[in-house]
């Protein structure tokens, strides 16, 4: 079996052919385009029986990917950091691409339950659904910010109540007083209106494509209570195919719910795991904040947990471990029942 390490980046990707050793035989560079790809397969051809193991950053290997799947090829992705680790290990001095590329070859022999490619399917459309209206949030929240100065400028105390920028009747109101101002400062602030109008409206036409595509592909995912379109979005967007977690433990650490042991004789204990995806993070955090407001069974829980001895930053952490089995199962449910998941590897 030969591993080829990739080393993705913007114009140039450098693989290395890796045997069961660890070994390199072969080294190869190619452009980053899809001619680059059919030679790298051709090279690769002369090897054997082989697998790919490629750097995860999508940013960098989508398209790289998606050409060695649709050619029948087997790949695996190797998170950043072991490949940083496994680099440090080596004997090897410095740092280059051909040597960034052993890495990753190097750990994906070590690690033989790595997760596997797929072609993105609804899960990427809705990472980029739930990027662009972030951004488009973060962009208004800066302009009504600086909306904030300017009708401060123009008369002391002038301050509309906190989140109410991007209501209509209070924005309606704004440009009715600012008719009576004829300054820089004034039209600067006009043209802000405006702009946070535009961005509200784009917000919440992305949020609108969000919850239908969601309900398409989610529907188990959003029965959780406390799982709103917008979170269950965020979960399905960042798992990126719950396939590649053969267990709801390795979902729990990837999540960074897991709890690390840290200990040793006989007396067990373990500390916050500070670690994992913080996206996920977040989003199971919200899920367990909203059920403890409405969710009986959780308020139950954390009662439990609290006549347990534990304060109640852990009794929240126990319940979002618990949360992350729930949403690993119904995540799993979406994806046989619905077909949501791209296309596998060709074996």
């Given at each position: ?231 269950a979005a965020k979960l399905v967007g960042e798992t990126a195919d719950i396939r590649r977690f053969p267990t709801p433990d390795k979902f729990a650490m990837w999540a960074g719910v897991a709890p ?23 989003a199971l955090y919200r899920i367990a904040i909203t059920q403890l407001r409405i969710h009986p069974p959780a308020q139950d829980y954390l009662k439990r947990r609290l006549a347990q001895g534990n ?37």
């Amino acid at each position: 079996m030969i591993v080829f390490g990739v080393d993705a980046h913007k114009r140039t990707h450098t693989v290395v052919a890796a045997n069961e050793a660890g070994a390199q035989v072969g080294c190869l560079m190619v452009a980053a385009t899809t001619e680059g790809h059919l030679r790298l397969l051709r090279w690769a051809e002369a090897f054997g029986l082989r697998r790919w193991a490629v750097e995860d950053c999508r940013q960098l290997s989508r398209l790289l990917e998606a050409d060695l799947i649709r050619a029948g090829e087997r790949v695996v992705r190797v998170p950043p950091k072991m490949m940083a680790n496994t680099r440090r290990r080596a004997r090897s001095r410095g740092k280059s691409d051909p040597i960034d590329a052993l890495a990753v070859a190097r750990a994906a022999l070590a690690e033989p339950d790595l997760p596997a490619a797929f072609l993105d399917g609804p899960a990427r459309q809705l990472r980029l659904l739930i990027d662009c209206r972030e951004t488009l949030i973060r962009q208004r929240s800066a302009a009504q910010s600086q909306l904030r100065w300017h009708l401060h400028e123009l008369q002391a105390g002038w301050d509309p109540p906190a989140r109410s920028l991007d209501l209509t009747h209070t924005l309606n109101t704004i440009e009715t007083r600012l008719a009576d101002y004829n300054s820089i400062v004034a039209d600067l602030a006009r043209q802000l209106l405006q702009h946070i109008r535009h961005l509200t409206c784009q917000a919440s036409d992305v949020h609108t494509q969000i919850s239908r595509l969601v309900t398409t592909v989610a529907p188990h995912l959003l029965s959780i209570p406390g799982c709103g379109p917008l979170t269950a979005a965020k979960l399905v967007g960042e798992t990126a195919d719950i396939r590649r977690f053969p267990t709801p433990d390795k979902f729990a650490m990837w999540a960074g719910v897991a709890p690390i042991p840290v200990w040793s004789g006989n007396t067990p204990h373990h500390r916050l795991n500070r670690g994992g995806n913080r996206q996920a993070n977040c989003a199971l955090y919200r899920i367990a904040i909203t059920q403890l407001r409405i969710h009986p069974p959780a308020q139950d829980y954390l009662k439990r947990r609290l006549a347990q001895g534990n304060t109640k930053p852990e009794a929240i952490r126990a319940l979002k471990r618990h949360l992350a089995n729930s949403i690993y199962r119904n995540l799993t449910l979406d994806t046989a029942t619905h077909h949501t998941t791209p296309q596998t590897i060709a074996a």
